[in-house]
């Protein structure tokens, strides 16, 4: 474990935590979105299909936007700098947020859980702690890949236009709305490289299918690997802009 | 012949340049600050001392020459030993000024709690923002949030203490408490490197230089540099447009 990462979690988490209104939005805003969901979908048998589509989107949506935004200002408001001069290494960062972040995260997802469950009456089958440690994972993707696209974006308004260009493709073609196998050949190849198509299809195998981690084995991996993958393309662009 | 590390001057900068494109940040800079005294970057805007800093700091290498930090190269092992204040407050905005300064303890390798609490705390009184140390950095004025962002870089208590302005936004009253600190810093050995645009700085300095497009062009004490000028009434101010306008006729 780096050294200070636990000491960086903390302050993204104070930091958070801190700012009342974002923690409001962090809880309201996925209830929101659940509950226009579920009502417009009066068919239950929909609902189960799409909730846990909805539940790996919107973990990645926020993971990605949250932290892209916390990194964007830590480099505009020249903490990184501080940083990057301190004994703190690069790793120690990385991790730091991916630690802050899944507290969050999670938070999020068991509301999203519990009210698509016991409010909109969605029908799971699946172990708990196997959909946290699953979503944990589509988490860490998203923090990483969050920290790597703020190094490109300058303020908050271009970090923004990011969510189109990364995440919106995702889910469109991850099979939330539709099935993958319905697209055109050259989008279904495209949505092969779509870590969001992983995490719906493992987290709808163990939520409507009852199926174990070992089970989505593959998907877990895929997931790792892009998590690893993203971690070392943050770390090393990490130092842009910090001097 | 090897030197005791011990013995070695606080900087050695031999040569080095650095740019950015096209612009010569720092151009073959040469300078050597002996240890336990307060030392002056004074210059015009884009004279090259936040660059000077950044590279004393390490956040930026020297693209030629070389840089010796209490005589080491600098790297990840010596940045326990500075503490460095850039010229814009970097603090979090959503913080307390208490945990903005707890935080950078802690990174700082203060862990033991009560020490660390006590540090923090003896800053934060040292900068007199103790009576305000629960507020979101984000509600305080400009000149606090400088104190605070000061406190950031004192509270491990480092050797070497890189400020780049530190005393601007200060009110006077504060920049002579300041400057009894600093005197204090001194005394108790550690090195001051002080960027500023005002003679009232460079007066309370020990040593400073004069910095002009990424070079040095005049360096000395105080009282140096004044009688350098010949004039018995010559402020620091008077010596350092006289240095500049040697400049202009020599390279004319
Ligand atoms: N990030 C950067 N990118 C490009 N050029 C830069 C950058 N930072 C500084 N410069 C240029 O390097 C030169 C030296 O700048 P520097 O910030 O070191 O000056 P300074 O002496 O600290 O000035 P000031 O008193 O205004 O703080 C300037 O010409 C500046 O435009
Ligand atoms: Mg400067």
Known sequence: MPSHALTIAGRVIRQLIRDRRTMVLIILVPLVMMGLIGASFPDESVLDYIAPAMIATLALFFSFLLTGISFLRERSQGTLERLMASPVTRLDVVVGYLFGFFLFALAQTSIIIFFTIYVLGANFMGELWQIFIFQTVIIAGAVTLGIFTSTFARNEFQMVQFIPLIITPQIFMAGILWPVEQMPEYLQWLSKIMPLTYGVEGLRDIMLAGANLLDVGFELAVLIGFTIVTSILAATVLRRGAS | ?252
């Open chain 2, 1 to 252: 012949m090897a030197q005791e590390k011990s013995a070695r001057p606080a900087v050695e900068v031999d040569n080095a340049s650095f740019n950015y494109r096209e612009i010569k940040a720092v151009d073959r800079l040469s300078l050597q600050v002996p240890r336990g005294i307060s030392f002056g970057l004074l210059g015009p805007n884009g004279a090259g001392k936040t660059t000077l800093i950044k590279l004393l700091v390490g956040l930026l290498k020297p693209k030629s020459g070389s840089i010796r930090i209490l005589g080491e190269a600098t790297s990840r092992k010596t940045a326990h030993l500075i503490g460095y204040m850039p010229q814009l407050h970097s603090l979090y905005s959503e913080l307390s000024a208490m945990q903005n300064v707890d935080f950078f303890a802690r990174i700082y390798g203060l862990s033991d709690k009560k020490e660390r609490g006590q540090k923090v705390e003896d800053v934060l009184r040292l900068v007199e923002m103790w009576p305000r140390r629960k507020d979101s950095v984000m509600n305080l004025s400009g000149g606090m949030r400088q104190r605070v962002s000061l406190a950031c870089a004192l509270v491990h208590r480092p050797p070497l203490l890189l400020l780049d302005e530190p005393t601007v936004g200060l009110d006077p009253e504060l920049r002579v408490t300041f400057w009894d600190y600093f005197t204090r810093l001194t005394g108790e050995g550690a090195t001051l490197i002080i960027s500023s645009h005002t003679m009232d700085d460079a007066a309370h300095c020990d040593s400073l230089v004069f910095m002009r497009a990424g070079t040095v062009i005049a360096g000395g004490t105080p009282d140096e540099l004044k009688q350098a000028t010949a004039k018995p009434e010559a402020t620091l101010e008077d010596a350092f447009l006289y240095f500049i306008h040697l400049g202009d006729k020599q390279h004319a």
